[in-house]
Every structure is written in C-alpha cells, then in structure tokens.
C-alpha cells in the first residue's frame, strides 16, 4: 500500500522519521517505512496520513523523494568517527552544529533522535566517543 503524507503546519514543513514531509504531500511505499515509523507517522499531529490516490502515485513515480532515515543515519555514521575531539560535548555527544556542517545531507534531518541511533550503532560497534576532562 502507498501512503500519502502531508505537513498540518503553518511553515508548511515537518520532520518526522527522519524525512522531511511537505505541504503538498509526499507518496510513500509502506514497506519503505517500519511498522514503528508508520505507527509514529500516523498519530503525529503535524501530519495528514492517507492512502495515495492512483494519481498522486502516478505523479510521484516522475520526482525524486526525500531521504529516508536509514539513509541519513548511514551519513552520519560516517560522518561521526571524522570529527574532532572538539566537536564532542562533555556527554561525550557530537556537537549537533558540528554534526550538520560535516554530514551531506538536509540538516534538518540531522536530528538529536537520528544522531543518538547513529551513536548507539557506533558504541555497540565498539566506538568510543572522545571523553572531555572535567576541570
């Protein structure tokens, strides 16, 4: 099934599940997203979930979708093990500036939820983040 999402905000944009969603509605395959991103999708406020009508299949089949999640995540794990002792904060976190400027994607999917995924997959994959010595 193809789902249809739109932003409900007044700026017309919202970030949720690591994408940015529109005013004019985004086409979605639902085995693009887990049941957990529909689930969370589909209570958001922010947002309009529907069924896609056949045209507005149609249409999307012909522009390009934003990024999903994975795909963002993926850009910031490699991303993270690059950046400098600095541009950690004292939790031993990346600097979410320093995370946007040094990843090649929206920054505003760059987002805390998606930078902390990206740190656990890092952590459990043995990174150690830089400590910072308290004075």
Same mark, same amino acid.
């Given at each position: 099934?193809? &789902? =249809?999402?739109?932003?409900? !905000?007044?700026?017309?944009? =919202?970030?949720?599940? *690591?994408? $940015?969603? !529109? $005013?004019? *509605?985004? /086409?979605?395959?639902?085995?693009? /997203? #887990?049941?957990?991103?529909? $689930?969370?999708?589909? &209570?958001?406020?922010?947002?309009?979930?529907?069924?896609? !009508?056949?045209?507005? +299949?149609?249409?999307?089949? #012909?522009? !390009?979708?934003?990024?999903?999640?994975?795909?963002? +995540?993926?850009?910031? &794990?490699?991303? +993270?093990?690059?950046?400098?002792?600095?541009?950690?904060?004292? %939790?031993?976190?990346?600097?979410?500036? %320093?995370?946007?400027?040094? /990843?090649?994607?929206?920054?505003?999917?760059?987002?805390?939820?998606?930078?902390?995924?990206?740190?656990?997959?890092? +952590?459990? *994959? *043995?990174?150690?983040?830089?400590?910072?010595?308290?004075?």
């Amino acid at each position: 099934m193809k &789902l =249809f999402i739109q932003a409900t !905000t007044k700026s017309g944009e =919202f970030v949720r599940a *690591g994408r $940015k969603w !529109t $005013k004019a *509605g985004t /086409v979605v395959d639902g085995a693009d /997203v #887990t049941e957990a991103q529909a $689930k969370a999708l589909q &209570l958001e406020p922010n947002l309009h979930v529907r069924e896609a !009508t056949p045209e507005e +299949i149609a249409a999307a089949q #012909t522009s !390009t979708a934003a990024p999903m999640e994975a795909d963002v +995540i993926d850009a910031v &794990l490699a991303a +993270i093990p690059q950046l400098a002792d600095e541009d950690f904060t004292s %939790k031993g976190l990346p600097d979410m500036g %320093k995370l946007r400027e040094a /990843v090649d994607a929206d920054p505003k999917l760059v987002t805390p939820e998606v930078r902390d995924a990206a740190m656990n997959k890092l +952590i459990e *994959g *043995g990174f150690k983040a830089p400590s910072k010595a308290s004075s």
